[in-house]
């Protein structure tokens, strides 16, 4: 019997279906039936006890795919059994069931309880590897950056020595540069760094010796200028 308002029988009674039995399913050389008929269909469920063990529901669930989940006269394949229009709450295994394609593989080769606890650590690692992959890309610079940090606050240090030495500087001054020197040298001979960085390390102690040299020059031209000056502006030298 094809029911001319199926549409809004089953929009009013949500636990019935609208399903179609097509022309010809019954006998296709006779188109039996001659047109599609519209029919309403009930909702079955499945229903178990709540003390039913996990790895029995999983099989029953895994039958249940077997015997109802291939083609029929009113579904197609794979349209039952569905999740959907439950009057019972599902339980925790039919929602892994039904969300990992009808069972995970797991089951298939591990123990019930091995493969319960490999899937749900798949559900958190899955999460988790979203986070922490990115986080994978950049370690490389934070380990890079952890060790260079250790000197690089020295280049400034030496960065400021060299502008002042690079002004007129008086000798007293000379001497707190040097010890200033000595001061970064010490510093950085202290410097605990992985042995990738050992040539960053050694460049920046050749740069502190370029500049203890430089200072050194600077230390030996100023008094001689500073003679000079006066020798000519010395009254008893005039007359010569």
Not at 50 to 60: G, M
Request: proline share 6%.
């Amino acid at each position: 019997m094809s029911f001319s308002q199926v549409e809004a029988y089953s929009r009013l009674f949500p636990d019935i279906s609208h399903v179609i039995l097509p022309k010809g399913i019954l006998k296709p050389s006779q188109r039996f039936p001659a047109t599609d008929i519209h029919l309403l269909s009930p909702t079955v469920n499945l229903i178990v006890r709540k003390d039913l063990h996990p790895a029995l529901a999983y099989l029953l669930l895994k039958a249940a795919v077997e015997i109802h989940g291939g083609t029929g006269w009113v579904h197609k394949a794979g349209e039952f059994p569905s999740p959907n229009k439950q009057d019972f709450t599902m339980s925790e295994q039919a929602q892994r069931f039904y969300k990992s394609g009808c069972g995970s593989l797991l089951y298939e080769y591990f123990p019930f309880w091995v493969a319960t606890f490999l899937d749900r650590m798949i559900l958190i690692l899955i999460p988790l590897g979203v986070v922490f992959i990115p986080l994978i890309g950049i370690i490389p610079w934070i380990y890079t950056w952890r060790n260079r940090s250790k000197y690089y606050r020295w280049y400034r240090e030496l960065k400021n020595i060299e502008m002042e030495l690079n002004e007129r500087m008086h000798p007293e001054k000379g001497k707190d540069l040097q010890m200033k020197l000595d001061q970064i040298d010490e510093a950085v001979s202290r410097i605990r760094v992985s042995i990738a960085f050992y040539d960053e390390v050694y460049t920046l102690k050749e740069h502190i010796n370029s500049m203890r040299q430089k200072l050194i020059r600077l230390n030996r031209t100023k008094p001689e200028i500073t003679d000079n000056l006066k020798i000519s502006q010395d009254p008893s030298n005039q007359g010569e």
